[in-house]
């Protein structure tokens, strides 16, 4: 396989880094700058957070997701707590034992529907606060967008929060395409944010283009005392925090979020529009964001391996997953289509 042409719809961890990133990336790599955060670097992209989401909030840096979920969870729990997240949350399937091992709380799944809890399921869920033989309900974790790329209204963000509140809960937000929601909202990040009231959210920088790098932010600052040093236990204090926070910096700079996530969105809407016309495949989930899930035989999945990096993502549905990354174009679909086109009429 020539991989220099072979097309990526696979991750966006597939790809390399976007170019403004990498220019923070090589401004922030001159002389010495102080560590472990204490940087002016550090200071910056902080303040740039608080001023975009319109909040005197609380951020930290961490390395990856797994990590920024983790430290998150755990800033605003104990151990005798429970965590309610939809049945294929991130953080309940593919975080390993992380959070039982970090974290320590119950997980509690909800049943979804293409990657969404509702408010009502959340409500019935929630059981026996204040019984001593039963974990205490303490936190909702979302993911915003989805895994399956949908996203979650204000209103249904409202809604899950006033449940939240009702039950002396918190409301946590997995954000690891967080921009690409912004986008499909049509809204600022304060107005999906702020402004519904959650308490923490996990910033994704990873996916948005960066080299490395997420954002924890905490809105409820009642127990800012121990954040910091849950953030060292967790093994997520960056020695150089100036390269982390130099990206988000270059990332809230000039909207370049909005234009970013603007196009994986488009992509990933485009290609809806084109996939349509293969009698072979049929879209399974709405395409709301820059994910696309259709359901393909595994034969057609096989003779496509060949051109193109995707996957499986439900091998029992036949559902594979594609996903749109800052440095795909639409000559790449164009070219997906027609080998898939071909296959398709070659298997028939």
């Known amino acids: 396989m020539d991989h220099s042409e072979t097309i990526n719809f696979a991750s966006?961890?597939?790809?390399?880094?976007?170019?403004?990133?990498?220019?923070?990336?090589?401004?922030a790599n001159k002389g010495h700058a102080r560590s472990y955060g204490n940087d002016e670097y550090t200071l910056e992209a902080a303040n740039l957070i608080r001023e975009s989401f319109g909040a005197d909030a609380e951020v930290y840096f961490t390395f990856n997701g797994t990590g920024a979920n983790n430290f998150g969870l755990a800033s605003i729990?104990?151990?005798?707590?429970?965590i309610f997240c939809s049945d294929v949350a991130h953080l309940y399937v593919d975080e390993s034992t992380a959070p039982e091992t970090f974290v320590g709380c119950r997980i509690f799944v909800i049943p979804s529907e293409s990657g969404k809890i509702t408010a009502e399921e959340l409500r019935v869920s929630i059981k026996r606060s204040g019984d001593i033989h039963h974990p205490q309900p303490k936190v909702v974790s979302l993911t915003q967008p989805t895994e399956y790329g949908t996203v979650y209204t204000i209103d249904e963000l409202k809604a899950i929060k006033a449940i939240c509140v009702d039950?002396?809960?918190?409301?946590?937000?997995?954000?690891?395409r967080y921009f690409n929601a912004a986008i499909s909202l049509g809204t600022t990040l304060k107005e999906m944010t702020t402004d519904v009231g959650i308490d923490v959210l996990t910033l994704g920088g990873t996916k948005a283009g960066m080299m490395f790098g997420e954002a924890v932010i905490f809105f409820n600052k009642?127990?800012?005392?121990?954040?910091?040093?849950?953030?060292?236990?967790s093994m997520q204090l960056a020695s150089k925090n100036r390269f982390i926070a130099a990206q988000f910096t270059a990332m809230l700079t000039d909207n370049i979020w909005h234009r970013l996530a603007t196009h994986t969105n488009?992509?990933?809407k485009e290609f809806e529009r084109r996939i349509v016309e293969v009698p072979s495949v049929k879209v399974v989930h709405p395409v709301e964001t820059n994910a696309v899930f259709i359901k393909m035989s595994p034969a057609l999945h096989e003779k496509m391996q060949q051109h193109a990096h995707f996957y499986y993502w439900n091998d029992l549905k036949e559902e594979v997953r594609l996903v749109f990354s800052f440095d795909n174009t639409i000559e790449e679909i164009d070219r997906f289509i027609k080998q898939l086109d071909q296959y398709s009429s070659d298997l028939n």
């Open 77 to 82: 729990t104990n151990k005798y707590h429970s």
């Open 167 to 176: 039950n002396n809960m918190l409301l946590h937000v997995d954000g690891a």
């Open 222 to 233: 009642d127990q800012s005392e121990g954040y910091k040093y849950n953030l060292k236990r």
């Open 12 to 27: 966006e961890n597939y790809a390399g880094v976007q170019s403004d990133m990498m220019q923070a990336l090589l401004d």
């Open 266 to 268: 488009n992509l990933a």
